[in-house]
């Protein structure tokens, strides 16, 4: 039977309703566009612009640091960021073709983790992240691993991972300065320093790269591309003098070397007496700017051992801690047992940060200690300069005396008797102290302590200066005569070292105060001067006459006094001693923390003091009682090696008086192939001695050889045919040794003495050989030079 289709009615009304339907749906379409284009244009328009722009922030490179000749410390190069936009990963054509959204993303994790370092499930987390279109992968990615990884994305056809330019801080000398320097976060911005203190100047403007591009991230309009330049940072030119940081660095790490029980390290600075620039400034231990997040010392790892011991037991959690956590931090670094205890990580963390801390500071600027006997400078300066007391003022010391209800000790308690007033500094003499503050009397005294700056910070331009703290002025019972008697000699209230060491500086430079500073010039990036730093007067303190007869007695000081550990041949140096006590700290239950007293010792010296040109202060920190503290012993010796190095960099020559012939250093001339009376002859009027060896006609060889310097007191060993000998000489041992029993030794070796250390005028029994070079036991040439460095080991009252 024939099935019947529709018929013409049918058909009729088909075709109307179509009609009807496409024309009411073409109206509601046509209604969505005059929506959207008409009355809701502008939103949409931003939402396509959103989808569909790229804006990059392009990093400008921060400004370089050059110290005050010229030398890089610290400049910034170009390297990439790498990032990725989660919703272009996933290629749609692949999974028609089965390879799982899933799939893709585990590839790109494993190519994106190994070739730059990252965690594997971080990246996955990122990458999960559909509906984000930026996630940061890494930072400061060097452009030859970007490149790297270009290539393994290509062959392994992966979408998504985008490169920016980015730059990256280099510091050229590691550790070097870095306690001034700073560093320089993630985010490009300083953090410590002047990294920090500049941070505006250095900085610069990002610039801007502005794209339009497709979903498959393909630019769509080349063309309107936008392109923004950044402009790089100003850079600074400092005042640090990279020699003599170095020669401050070295003799730093030879203290830290000697006092290992020194808690805190120790800490140094060299100072420009007239001008207030800082040459130098150090810490130790200290930290590299490369790698600010990273520890290497042995000293802090140890100490963050100790306290994350102590949180584990308190946490009642058994668990091994990597090195690796304690060197780089980092959650992967930590057991997988206690990574869900999210408070105990965080803890451990704090502790880390905590030390880190440390690390990145600066003692120098920022932390208070009691100067001890440094600060009779001001007390005596301050006494003279009123016409409290006079040269030829004489004071008895018998070991104590009474203040009030209080019987204050001297350090030698058996007293100094009758002494001078420059013998009272000479001898670091509390007693003397005491009464030539009370002849200041209270107002007095406080007014020249706030006028050589010590109640305020310098102003030096680094982040974090402290200031100190003094006595209550309005507290009788925390400023009265017994407060008097105790600052006299540096106890009782703190200061900074800056404040210290500028405060010296004023002492010496005809009593002119000045600001301390460290950056000389901003230069702008064509390199023209944007500004400069000059020498600020702050204000005049003391008279040019009670300069000059300071800086007279600071020079008997080390000629005569506590610091002859201090002394360099052939330069006037000027000092003060000083072991200061540090005050006890005392648990909730009011126990005091540590077992024996602690001490921080220091000198401060400067020259030369017939015309003062540099200071240099070295603390060494923190050192218990049983342990040499005092700094006479350990810390003048200390500022000695550094004069010894400085002041002939800086130009000044060594000027030797008759005290100090055995010092002075002199050519040997050549006398082979003269008669046996020539030789002689030539030597003696080069002013040496000399040994014969043989009975030829004439010299066949001699000892040291002709232009080297050797010691006046040396003798030239002149062999006549005698054959010299050729193998090498081991170098003995000489510590403890006197220069004699030294200078003896050596010349049965056939070598020589270079004397370094305590005048000779000074040496005494217990003057001993403390250091040499080359050490005992190195094999050198017969006639080799070993230079040995001779300190009073004995303790030096200086409190």
Known sequence: MAVKGPNHQMRTRIRGLTVLFALIGFGLVGVRLLYMQVFNHDFYVQQATALQTRDTFITPNRGKIYDANMQVLAESAAVERITVDPKAVVDESK?????????????????????LDVDYDTVMEKLRKTNSQYEIIAQKVDKDVSKELDEKLEAADCTGVYSE?????????????????????????????????????????????????????????????????ATDGNSLVLTIDSDIQNYLEKHLETALADNPEARDGVSGIVMDVKTGE????????????????????????NELKENVAKILKEENVKAEIPDAWYEKGGLDNLPEAIHDNSDLVDELGSARVNILMKTWRNPVIADNYEPGSTFKLMTVSTAYDLGATHAEDTYYCGGSLQVENWEIKCANTSGHGMQTLTEALMNSCNVAMMQIAQSVGMDRFYNFYKAFGLTEPTGIDLPGEGKGQFHKLDVASDWN?????????????????????????AIVDDGKLKKPYVVKEVLSGDGSVKSTNETEVVRQVISEDTSAYMREAMEQVVANGTGKNAYVPGYRVGGKTATSEIQPEYDSDGKVLDTEDRYTASFIGVAPMDDPQIAVLVSINDLPESATHTGGTIAAPVVGRIMEDVLPYIGITPVYDDSESDRRELTVPSVSGKTRDDAISTLSDAGFDCIIKGDGDTVTDQVPSAGMRIAASGKVIVYMGEEKPTEA????????????????????????????????????????ATKQSPEAGTKVSLGAVVTVEFSDTTTVNDR
Not at 96 to 105: C, D, H, L, M, P
Not at 731 to 744: H, T
């Open 165 to 229: 330019p980015d730059t990256k801080r280099y510091y050229q000398h590691g550790a070097f300065l870095s306690a001034v320097l700073g560093y320089v976060g993630s985010d490009n911005n300083g953090a410590y320093g002047l990294e920090s203190e500049y941070n505006d100047e250095l900085s610069g403007t990002a610039g801007r790269l502005v794209r339009v591009q497709n979903q498959q991230n393909k630019d769509i309009m080349p063309e309107t591309q936008q392109y923004i330049p």
């Open 95 to 115: 999974v028609k073709k089965g390879i799982t959204a899933e799939s893709q993303q585990q590839t790109l994790a494993t190519i994106l983790s190994e070739t």
């Open 729 to 768: 000489v081991e170098v003995p041992d000489l510590s403890g040794m006197s220069p004699d029993e030294c200078r003896d030794t050596l010349e049965e070796y056939g070598l020589y003495l270079k004397q370094k250390g305590v005048s000779s005028a000074q040496i005494t029994g217990d003057t001993t």
């Open 278 to 301: 800082v040459l130098a400034m150090a810490n130790l231990p200290d930290f590299d700017p490369n790698s600010a997040y990273e520890l290497t010392n042995d000293k802090y790892i």
């Open 481 to 505: 005569e017994v407060a008097l008697a105790t600052a006299s000699f540096g106890q009782r209230f703190t200061v900074t070292p800056i404040q210290m060491l500028n405060m010296v500086c």
